[in-house]
């Protein structure tokens, strides 16, 4: 075995190939922390922490209102659609899972009673903390992804609802960019006269 792993590291392509698969692992090791341009998280001091922690939050409103804008851009360019509006129901609050840093141990002990007997006893601690990055004195949770909440249900009116297959193709639209049951859908006309 130990000729086979010599041999292999003679040839000089073999060990280009080992150091950089190498250096591959290292920058896939270092952590990333990664902005999602369509999720806003604006940072608010905690308060109660003497640290200066600050926590994050997603600005739910704001998160409504550009997929409602971005909808009805696509929308109103269906052929027949017409003016559109949207309103978007959220079914949750956005989740954020932060970094942790786990640590596990397990001992085990063998215990012998007077009569000959033996019982195996295991006990296992495991502790989870926080990881938080510093930058210019104030400490952050380390941010591992947001999951955006799901869409719980769409009202869309437009001009052209009614009118041939329009209301089916919105409807159609709707369910396949959020990926809900029709159920959900409501399309309706838009009264002109209110806009």
């Known amino acids: 075995m130990i000729e086979k792993a010599a041999a292999f590291f003679k ?3 073999n060990l280009i190939v080992v150091v950089l698969v190498g250096i ?6 270092i952590p990333v922390k990664k902005k999602d341009a369509d999720v806003v998280q604006n940072p608010v001091n905690t308060g109660n ?17 550009s997929l409602e804008r971005r909808l009805e851009a696509v929308l109103s360019c269906l052929d027949g659609a017409g003016e559109v509006k949207v309103m978007i129901t959220l079914s949750s609050s956005a989740e954020v899972v932060l970094e942790k840093d786990v640590s596990a141990s397990l001992s085990e002990t063998e215990e012998l009673d007077g009569e000959g007997g033996s019982r195996l006893i295991r006990a296992e601690d495991k502790e989870e903390v926080t990881v938080y990055l510093s930058e ?6 380390y941010v591992i992804k947001t999951i955006t909440p799901r869409v719980e249900g769409v009202i869309v009116l437009a001009e052209g609802a009614g009118k041939g297959n329009v209301s089916m193709e919105i409807l159609d639209a709707v369910r396949v960019i959020f990926g809900i049951e029709a159920h959900r859908v409501k399309v309706m006309k838009l009264d002109g006269t209110n806009s």
């Open 136 to 141: 210019s004195g104030v400490s952050t949770p």
């Open 49 to 65: 922490d003497e640290n200066n922690n600050v926590s994050y939050y997603m600005d739910e409103d704001a998160y409504v209102e």
């Open 24 to 29: 591959l692992l290292m920058v896939i090791a």
């Open 11 to 13: 040839n000089k392509n």
